[in-house]
């Protein structure tokens, strides 16, 4: 893992590179990917090297990879991708810099995919090593605080906004897909109207939704919570996939973001029905057309699906998880 990292990255840029945020993109489009600024310039789907930004005062890293045949003349969309907790001193996984953690390039044919790396900073300021038990052995994601003060929210449109100056992506094809830790970030983005096209969550749901299920403590050892309050109403398509014999994230934590994410929608988010053939059995979407949909056209044009695979624990859900998340972006790609 790790391979060739630290060759000629770290430029400088990142913060606010300002460029592209509510943009339609299309900036790269004509320009050709460069070893300078891509390590995978070639497009064969593996990043030689990660690209290096600073992000306020903590450089920050990821693999940018290309899909095969990649032309600068036609937008592609863009996938952020986030993985689950990991050793604080480890590099991103090798997996992420190849074939994604969802195990069968499900979107790399079509997408250029940002594998962000988590940092040591899932709550700053908020717990001590006393309180924050084995977390502070984590490299996560900060799922608490607002997007202009969330270094990990910074980071994410410092990226997009890179990658958008340099190759040609959609930006109005961005989509956000996280593991566990990366998956709680994943909920955030939603709830503070990142601008995303549609998110995917495997394994984690809203922080300390419902009560009960805190993972953060403040310094003086309370629990923390996500306020639901804080979160827009902007509605988005969302793929939640919880396993049942989850034991590390209790599978009503995902359920109960499913549920939640439904209601905003206009979906009735005490009724599920099947899903579309395309996904798996244990996948279901919440009704748009019951008397407790709200808004079922809103609803109908932002669908919630909620998969919860039995026997499945804190793990990718494979390979029928990556046929789900295929058959998700099928129709948005």
């Known amino acids: 893992e790790g391979e060739g990292e630290g060759e000629g990255e770290g430029e400088g840029e990142g913060e606010g590179e300002g460029e592209g945020e509510g943009e339609p993109g299309l900036l790269g489009c004509g320009l050709t990917l460069t070893a300078l600024d891509f390590g995978d310039f070639d497009g064969d789907g593996t990043p030689e090297r990660n690209v290096r930004l600073l992000v306020g005062t903590v450089e920050r890293e ?47 044919a079509r997408a250029v995919v940002i594998a962000l790396r988590g940092a040591n900073i899932m709550a700053p300021g908020v717990c001590t090593t006393a309180n924050c038990g084995d977390f502070d052995e984590f490299a996560s994601w ?30 109005d ?33 809203l922080e300390g939704q419902p009560a009960g299920t805190e993972f953060l403590r403040s310094t003086t050892g309370q629990p923390l919570s996500l306020d639901l309050a804080s979160c827009t109403s902007t509605p988005a398509p969302m793929l939640v996939v919880h396993g ?50 709200t808004n079922p056209a809103r609803c109908a044009a932002n669908p919630v699906t909620l998969c919860t695979p039995g026997g499945v624990g804190h793990e990718v859900w494979s390979p029928q998880g990556s046929t789900v998340l295929r058959a998700f972006f099928a129709t948005m790609f």
Request: hydrophobic share 40%; glycine share 10%.
């Open 62 to 108: 990821a693999a940018i990879r290309f899909p095969a045949g990649y032309v600068n003349d036609a937008p592609h969309p863009l996938v952020v991708e986030l993985h689950g907790d990991q050793g604080k001193t480890d590099p991103l996984p090798a997996i992420s810099r190849t074939e994604g953690i969802f195990g069968a390039n499900e979107y790399d």
């Open 142 to 171: 900060n799922s608490l605080s607002p997007p202009d003060t969330n270094n990990d929210m910074l980071a994410v449109r410092a990226f997009e906004s890179y990658v958008n100056r340099r190759a040609c992506v959609d930006f």
């Open 173 to 205: 094809k961005r989509f956000a897909v996280g593991f566990s830790g990366g998956a709680f970030l994943v909920h955030s983005l939603r709830c503070r109207g990142e601008p995303f096209r549609a998110f995917a969550a495997f394994e984690g749901g």
């Open 244 to 293: 049942s014999a989850d034991g590390t994230v209790a599978p009503r934590v995902g359920e109960f973001a499913a549920r939640h994410w439904a209601g905003e929608n206009g979906c009735d988010p005490s009724l599920l029905t099947r899903a579309p053939s395309a996904f798996d059995p244990a996948c279901r979407r919440f009704s748009s057309t019951t008397s407790g949909a």
